[in-house]
């Protein structure tokens, strides 16, 4: 899994307060908020928002 496209690169993981987890990770690809302004209404669908989960889950 280390090298699979679709996993992310793990650089950091952590806790800088009792109340704040970090983790710093590689991109796979386009940034989602970029691939929403491609899109005329600058908003997902219904069906779209529900495809992004359930392939982050994947």
Sequence with gaps: M???SHFCR???AGR???FCNIIV???VGR???WLRRQNP???F???TAIRL???CLE
């Design 31 to 33: 940034p989602l908020s």
């Design 2 to 4: 280390q090298w699979s």
């Design 53 to 55: 989960g359930i392939q």
């Design 41 to 43: 209404s600058q908003r």
């Design 10 to 12: 793990l650089y950091l």
């Design 16 to 18: 800088s307060s009792p």
């Design 45 to 47: 669908t219904l069906s």
């Design 25 to 27: 990770m590689s991109l």
